[in-house]
């Protein structure tokens, strides 16, 4: 029993003390008044790196002021520097007005800025270190000599993808924009569908290496301002050098638990981020990616896809059992074969237990592991085909499957039972629209898969047993994972597993928003215009 | 609290590497079992079973060189035993969870089945779904080592021709297991179970020759239904004696019968909806059962001068089938009265259902009541339809 005793825990080696002292310093240290100095601390920090162009000018003819203009080459639009901050304080006729001005007695830094240059986004900078990361940001820093004081003018302009298809969640009809990686282009999308003054955007920086912009948005009055301030909290809680995707920021702050179900959700579709804003939820935006997280997030919302509100309401309904059915079949249905197989032949019908028994004779391996063969195949060719270069992946897929298969069976290695389950499993698991689901669900099959190999119907019964119980415990921001199921609420019975019609989704989900709850005040089924008496 | 997690999690997963799964047999290690003989031979039980060869009888094409069952034997003292004796043949334990049939040779029905029943009921891969029939004149072991035509499986053969010709023929009774052992053990009711021949020659009946030829010499027939007494075989009902048997027991789904016509000639008709209900009486002490019998029929060949669109005619039919079908049934009443002594029909049951009290006295000498019987047969006949012509052509060959 002395494995169970805990032992001693070290203490751990902190190394973060020393980053912090020099961040310390670099946040004292304010700009120093010698325009020279300055740019000395600049060149000296960034290492004299080619990309940053310095540009020094004079204004004023008599008591010349030294200016010095930085910028980035490539996050920035060139020539509307040149047009709009170069160009006013080098003209002459600007000249003349700021002459008249400084001669009543004004400081010039504050002329220059209110007067000479026509600029929208001017802010103040008094320290090195909001000046390093404005200038990284793609912001051009302008400097004068003989002032603590800094601008810095917003003018960015960089290459990107710009708003495409997104690639995952496709839909037949609906909007087909995706977010792009420029954090600006997706809140403006996400503003396109919500023109409410009461969407408001909170934005962060995270990373201490990587200073990711990160924007928070949601809807004022219908969010529970309870989960945004959590959210707030564990995003300011985050304490690591970068944050290179939105990945990143879900594992930092999702619940503590070990789970293999995802509880926040992502998706590239600025439709998806705006219906979820009009029931209460959080948008977590990071530069940098496409995919925008949601939270909270419950389980049935992994089902639904944007499709099912744009096109009917029976076709959403049905295509939504569907993908339970598909669900259940990818995470059972090798497993199911296995137990049935091996351990309860009595259950099946007598001309089915001859059909397999006769497609077992001379198969060398037990079902299991032919069982585990086929599916691991499947899983590589699955990695491989998602690798390749796109006119080889689809291909390989299809091709290799089905190919790998049928040789298989003809080779006698596995029963062609087995190539019709796993290719059903297969393709089940391609009805999610949501696609960390389907992660989920690949892992717990194998699990299932050992369990029914040992133990039959008894150890899947198990196994859906201890997956049920962790899912009910599940908690996304406070909010009960499998909700409104579990917590069963009959008014949001209306968009799990139904999808009414438009004029019957008369109110938010409860659990989510709590409170501004009615959407529609008079849910106008569609009637016939009344008979006029005669 | 990690570490305790990880020690756990490597012990389950010892656990599961090194206890293994008990329990598990794979497909191709059963030897599956579809129909099981039974015969004895002085003290000891034979016990023979059909096993099938999945290779041959799957859809695929599965070779043509050898049989799609094997029968293997053993002999042993209980059947249990000649079961487990068996593996010293078989190249597999046998797996009788689908059994579709159990052959019990006439010899061990007369000396009693019991023996055997307390077997096939205790035993847990046993399902109750096969039924049981009797092998008349031959032993069960020869039953089962028949080759049938069109279907692969003999024990199929059985099976769905027992079912078929009960719902279509109605002289043959399919019994499983539960009826048979709750009839064994009530004292209202005795046991009937069906019989079973092999009309041809058993040599050719046995090798593939049997199925290789249009005519097939030698095929399994099921013929009438043979009486029980607790658990021995006493005798057998003949045909129509059977079919009296079945419409007393409400069992008939759809059988065909003829009936002279009027003017001379035969007219077939098909029973397409029979119902009876027994009803038990008990006055001043005595019992009595009056059974009352309501029939639709079709009309099926008209081989005589007869008008069927005239209704007169009609009723003059229905009165004819009806009196046919009373007939009947006091003919097997009678007979079983006479011959057998034992009520299979079970009046004891229905005497039980309608005064407890009476019954609790003559519980235990029933037959010799039952001898004394008296039964009122009432038929009551409904020709619905004449098919699909409406003159027959003798009508109209004038």
């Given amino acids: 029993m002395n494995f169970f005793k805990k032992r001693n825990k070290k203490p751990k080696h902190s190394s973060s003390t020393q980053s912090h002292q020099t961040e310390d310093s670099n946040k004292k240290k304010a700009l120093k008044t010698n325009l020279d100095e300055n740019i000395q601390q600049i060149k000296q920090t960034l290492g004299n790196s080619g990309d940053i162009i310095t540009r020094e000018i004079s204004i004023r003819k008599e008591e010349k002021i030294k200016v010095g203009i930085f910028y980035t080459d490539g996050l920035v639009d060139a020539k509307s520097i040149q047009d709009f901050i170069i160009e006013p304080l080098m003209s002459d006729s600007r000249e003349i007005e ?11 830094l504050h002329l220059i800025k209110e007067f000479v240059l026509p600029v929208g986004d001017i802010q103040d900078v008094v320290d090195f270190e909001t000046l390093f990361t404005s200038l990284l940001s793609g912001n051009t820093i302008v400097l004068l000599d003989g002032y603590v004081q800094g601008l810095v003018i917003g003018m960015r302009e960089w290459e990107n993808r710009g708003v495409t298809e997104p690639s995952d969640q496709t839909v037949i009809r609906g909007p087909r924009e995706g977010f792009s990686e420029a954090l600006r282009t997706n809140t403006a999308l996400i503003r396109r569908k919500i023109k409410d003054p009461h969407l408001w955007l909170e934005s962060k920086k995270i990373g201490r290496v990587t200073k990711t912009d990160v924007a928070i948005m949601y809807i004022k009055g219908i969010v529970n301002d309870k989960v945004v301030e959590e959210v707030c909290t564990r995003l300011d809680r985050i304490d690591i050098d970068a944050i290179l995707e939105s990945g990143y920021i879900e594992e930092l702050i999702q619940e503590e638990t070990y789970t293999p179900f ?23 935006l990071v530069d940098g990616t496409p995919f925008v997280l949601l939270v909270p997030v419950v389980f049935g919302q992994f089902f639904q896809s944007a499709e099912d509100y744009y096109q009917r309401a029976d076709f959403g309904t049905l295509i939504r059992l569907l993908r339970y059915v598909s669900f259940l079949i990818a995470l059972l249905s090798p497993s199911l074969y296995i137990a049935i197989t091996t351990f309860h032949q009595e259950m099946l019908p007598t001309p089915l237990l001859i059909s397999l028994a006769a497609q077992r004779e001379g198969v060398p391996f037990p079902a299991f592991i032919e069982a585990l063969m086929m599916e691991l195949t499947f899983e590589i060719l699955r990695e491989a085909g998602v690798r390749m270069p796109r006119p080889a992946g689809q291909a390989i897929s299809i091709v290799g499957a089905l190919v790998v298969g049928q040789a298989a069976v003809e080779a006698g290695i596995v029963s062609a039972v087995m190539v019709i389950v796993v290719a059903i499993t297969a393709i089940s698991s391609f009805v999610f629209p949501a696609f960390n689901m389907a992660i989920s669900v690949r892992i717990l099959r194998f699990i299932l898969m050992g369990l029914a190999a040992s133990f039959g119907l008894f150890g899947i019964t198990v196994g859906l047993l201890v997956i049920i119980l962790h899912l009910c415990s599940l908690r996304s921001f406070g909010v009960p994972y499998m909700s409104p199921f579990a917590p069963f609420i009959l008014s949001d019975q209306k968009d799990t597993i139904f999808r009414l019609p438009q004029w019957g989704l008369f109110s938010r989900p409860r659990l989510i928003s709590q409170k501004n709850v009615i959407r529609e005040n008079n849910p106008s089924t569609p009637k016939p215009p009344p008979r006029k008496a005669k | 609290m990690k570490r305790r997690f990880i020690i756990l999690g490597i012990l389950i997963a010892i656990l599961i590497v090194s206890t293994g799964c008990w329990n598990r047999r794979e497909l191709n290690d059963l030897a599956i079992e579809l129909a099981m003989g039974i015969d004895k031979y002085g003290d000891q039980y034979r016990l023979t079973s059909q096993v099938v060869d999945p290779g041959e009888v799957a859809a695929r094409a599965g070779g043509g060189a050898r049989t799609p069952v094997i029968t293997y034997q053993a002999t042993a003292d209980n059947p249990f035993e000649a079961r487990r004796k068996m593996t010293t043949i078989s190249p597999r334990k046998i797996y009788a969870s689908h059994i579709r049939v159990v052959v019990i040779s006439e010899k ?3 000396k009693g089945i019991s023996g055997i029943l307390d077997y096939l009921s205790r035993d847990h891969e046993h399902r109750t779904d096969f039924f049981i029939v009797v092998a008349k004149g031959t032993s069960a072991e020869n039953a089962l080592k028949i080759l049938t035509p069109l279907e692969k499986i003999p024990a199929n053969k059985l099976f769905s021709s027992l079912d078929t010709s009960e719902k279509a023929w109605a002289p043959t009774v399919g019994v499983t297991l539960d009826e048979l052992t709750s009839d064994i053990v ?32 030698s095929q399994l027939q099921y013929s009438g239904i043979g009486v029980f007494k607790e658990d021995k075989l006493i005798g057998w009902l003949n045909e129509k004696e059977s079919k009296g048997y079945n419409y007393i027991t409400d069992n008939v789904k759809s059988t065909v019968g003829h009936v002279t016509c009027p003017n001379g000639g035969e007219i077939a008709l098909e029973v397409m ?19 009352d019998t309501n029939l639709e029929l079709n009309v099926g060949t008209v081989d005589c001068k007869i008008d069927l669109m005239n209704t007169k005619t009609i009723a003059e039919l229905e009165k004819r089938v009806g009196q046919k079908t009373k007939s009947t049934i006091e003919q097997a009443i009678n007979d079983v009265q006479e011959k057998y002594q034992v009520d299979i029909f079970g009046f004891g049951e229905v005497i039980h259902r309608s005064d407890p009290i009476y019954w609790k006295k003559v519980e235990n000498y029933w037959d010799q009541e039952f001898v004394d019987l008296p039964v009122h047969v009432k038929a009551n006949v409904k020709i619905r339809r004449v098919g699909t012509i409406g003159e027959s052509l003798e009508e109209g060959k004038e």
């Fill in chain 2, 186 to 217: 009530s004292k209202g009711k005795q046991p009937v179970l069906t019989g079973l021949q092999v009309k041809g020659n058993q040599e050719i009946g046995e090798s593939k020759e049997n199925v290789e030829k249009l005519g097939t010499p």
């Fill in chain 1, 262 to 284: 995802p509880t926040i959700y992502n998706t590239e579709r600025p439709d998806v981020v705006a219906a979820a804003l009009l029931e209460g939820r959080v948008a977590i």
């Fill in chain 2, 273 to 291: 909806n029979s119902n009876t209900n027994v009803k038990g009486k008990v006055k001043h002490g005595n019992p009595q059962i009056d059974i």
């Fill in chain 1, 98 to 108: 700021l002459e008249q001005k400084i001669s009543s007695g004004q400081d010039v």
């Fill in chain 2, 108 to 110: 061990l029905a007369k």
